[in-house]
């Protein structure tokens, strides 16, 4: 019998682009699937355009506004699929994305495996797609070594790129939602810590819209830079158990550096909470080598305290 795979989108505000991530999903060649879309308190047309589409396959489901990472929870609760398989609302995925994987997972006969594929970016058509060529982009058997390289400059994954066998993410636990921003990388380090292998596909793609302004990244706001802090918390306690690997602790180090070297000295509480934790790796320090090497020297001469409080008067005088 088939394995099922449950495609799970969350919605919000979308009206110009679900209709596209539907029907990408819809025209799977791997046709034992279900579609479960959760609105997440839209205000413009996007839950009437989704309802359009119900159907036996296609299920349409509705909450008051609580965030992406609710939606993803309710859907995910929603599903009875084996496979999940997560969409944004604005991405696309390739005709032969869910089947080219579902290939592989029987392949290596493995609950513990989780499967990766391609992603590229594009604007208003697919035809303008740009392939991301990483070295990340191929199988580990050990899913720790493909976070050590992720973070080490080896690339990223993009939420759709993945297909998750439902008891690994059972045993992960939800997403989080107090997270607004890198709520992904947060959720998805969990699940590759219960890995016991990660499987690349090349033939499995999604296409990654950049042009919904609507969905980047909310700017420097106290609520996008909170998220992006305490998702790192989150991931380093996560890691918990493995922080003995001395890889880790500098690599944790030099993202809370990295946290600091783009956000610092815009909100004096998140300030002090992340040299906290900046001190806290501090064993191990390796400074990162995409922060500005002038950055790093300043520092190195005066100290954070300094520098953070410098920025912060800075950042008044510009309001």
Known sequence: MKVKVSILIPLYNAE???????????????????????????????????????????KVFSQLNKGASAARNKAFKLSSGELIQYLDADDILDTHKVEEQVKAFRDVQEQEAIINGRWGKYKESISTVKWEHQPIDRSYDIPLNWLLDSWNGGGMAQTGVWLVPRRLIA???????????????????????KAQKIVFVNKAKVFYR????????????????????????????????????????????????????????????????????LESYSSHKKEPVLVSFKFRILVRLVGWNWVLSIRSSLNRLLR
């Open 16 to 58: 110009a682009y679900i209709a596209e991530a539907v029907e990408s999903a819809l025209q799977q060649t791997y046709q034992n699937i279900e579609i479960i879309i959760v609105d997440d308190g839209s205000t413009d047309n996007s839950l009437s355009i989704a309802r359009d589409y119900e159907s036996d396959k296609v």
């Open 210 to 277: 950049t042009d919904n302004y609507e969905s980047l990244s909310k700017g420097k706001s106290y609520k996008a830079i909170k998220s992006q802090l305490h998702s790192l918390i989150y991931i380093g306690e996560n890691l918990q158990e493995k922080l003995y690997v001395q890889q880790l602790r500098e690599v944790m180090y030099q993202k809370m550096y990295n946290f600091l070297y783009l956000f610092g000295g815009a909100y004096p509480k998140l300030d002090k909470l992340a040299l906290q934790y």
């Open 171 to 193: 045993e992960a636990g939800p997403w989080r939602e107090d997270l607004t921003l890198n709520d992904d990388g947060e959720f998805f380090t969990r699940v590759l810590i």
